[in-house]
């Protein structure tokens, strides 16, 4: 309901904004160029909404976000034009974010006549350039949505992102609604644009295979909170926070991981009434009294790797962790 969401979006704009101080201390998302920075958390942590927020398509209620170093509430109306073009979104389910009204052609080709980018003559040209680009027969750029698969639909969403030239891309769950095979095609598809034209990706996804398979860093979230961000390799070969831990320990081999997203044991608490201290503490195994009362600071544990852990502060008692390979 409205006023449940309405309630969360405050929520986590209070929460972002205690991040945004640790951005400012150059410790969390900062996203840098040519970067593919994975977003993890279970279903209702926040990630859906910090991904709108850094795309622009939904306003921060308090906070900063930087867009190339600038605060992007001050950029002039040009400049902050630009940051709206240069950031897009590709969603989950395409048949939902694309107009099932409208052809092809106009689904990719009407933001860059409206942004003046190219003339109404040079739409056709253009929209056929793209779907090559995306690998769609642009000879069907005259098709509905429905007429395409379900590949075929997000190849139309990447299609009409890429239209506008952005620099940064957040795909939220871009490939879960995917069949495996498909899934593994449209990856190799970002990873393939990302390289030739230097985009930037915010991914975010439950599904650590995938993060793994595409990602520079990682960054898990909680109820709201980043609780851990890392370069993938140390990401994966040394979690810190308990509860990274414990998301590796679900994850099933790479074989199944499409079967369960099983989340970590315990009902994910409420994001309205957050539980006291660190937010994980009534599911963490390593809970100890400090953290009901305190919620733990990010705090730099190796280079450019963060976590927020009270176990941070006394090495000795931090428990190694065991992970299955992934
Ligand atoms: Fe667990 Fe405490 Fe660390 Fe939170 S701060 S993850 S409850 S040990
Ligand atoms: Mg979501």
Redesign the pocket.
């Known amino acids: 309901d409205l006023d449940y969401a309405e309630k969360l979006a405050r929520m986590l704009g209070a929460n972002l904004e205690a991040q945004t101080v640790h951005a400012v201390d150059h410790v969390d998302l900062r996203i840098m160029p040519g970067e593919v920075v994975g977003l993890v958390g279970e279903s209702g942590c926040g990630k859906s909404t910090l991904g709108r927020i850094m795309a622009g398509i939904m306003p921060q209620s308090d906070g900063e976000i930087l867009w190339q170093g600038q605060d992007t509430r001050t950029l002039s109306p040009a400049a902050g034009r630009a940051a709206r073009l240069g950031a897009q979104m590709i969603f989950q389910d395409p048949m939902s974010s694309l107009n099932p009204r409208k052809q092809v052609i106009d689904i990719i080709g009407e933001a860059p006549v409206a942004h003046g980018m190219i003339t109404r003559r040079e739409k056709d040209s253009y929209v056929a350039a793209m779907m090559q680009r995306v690998g769609l027969d642009p000879s069907f750029r005259s098709r509905y949505p429905h007429q395409f698969s379900g590949g075929q639909r997000q190849r139309i969403g990447i299609a009409r992102a890429l239209a506008v030239k952005p620099q940064f891309i957040v795909c939220d769950e871009s490939v879960a609604a995917l069949d495996v095979s498909i899934q593994a095609q449209v990856i190799n598809l970002f990873l393939e644009l990302k390289r030739d034209l230097g985009l930037t990706y915010l991914f975010i996804s439950h599904d650590l295979g995938v993060v793994k398979h595409v990602s520079d860093r990682v960054a898990i979230m909680y109820l709201g909170r980043i609780?851990e961000s890392a370069p993938a390799d140390a990401f994966f070969a040394q979690p810190n926070?308990?509860?990274t831990v414990a998301l590796l320990n679900e994850v099933p081999s790479i074989a199944h991981r499409r079967r369960v997203f099983s989340p970590v044991k315990g009902e994910i608490p409420s994001p309205l009434h957050p539980p006291s201290?660190?937010h994980?503490?009534p599911r963490?195994p390593?809970?100890?009294d400090?953290?009901s009362r305190e919620a733990?600071k990010l705090k730099q544990i190796a280079s450019g790797h963060i976590s927020?852990?009270?176990?941070n502060d006394n090495q000795a008692a931090h428990p190694k962790p065991t992970i299955a390979a992934l």
């Open positions: 609780v926070h308990p509860y201290g660190c994980f503490h963490c390593h809970a100890f400090r953290c733990p927020a852990c009270h176990l």
